[in-house]
């Protein structure tokens, strides 16, 4: 009974372990397949090796949003400065 659930352990970890190997935008295809392989040949401790050095990188994309919301209001940045340079050109 402790085998299998032990074993059902491993293999959760080691799912979870291949499914963050091929969603990894940052690896390339050598290191993942060296990632996989660490992984199949040692099945608890490479599976531990590569979630946490997957939890460890960076989850942004790099990218910016193109507008983000202000907290005054439901404005963007764009409406904003918009907003603003029409006021500015009402001033003279």
């Known amino acids: 009974m402790l085998v299998g659930f032990v074993l059902s352990l491993i293999l959760l970890a080691d799912c979870m372990a291949f499914h963050l190997i091929t969603k990894d935008e940052l690896s390339d295809n050598k290191q993942k397949i060296l990632q996989a392989i660490l992984v199949f040949f040692v ?36 409406d904003r400065n918009k907003n603003e340079n029409e006021l500015d050109g009402n001033d003279d």
Do not use: C, H, Q, T
């Open 43 to 78: 099945p608890l401790l490479g599976a531990l090796i590569v979630i946490l050095v997957n939890k460890a990188k960076p989850s942004s994309a790099g990218k910016f949003p193109e507008e983000k919301v202000l907290d005054a209001g439901n404005e963007g940045f764009r």
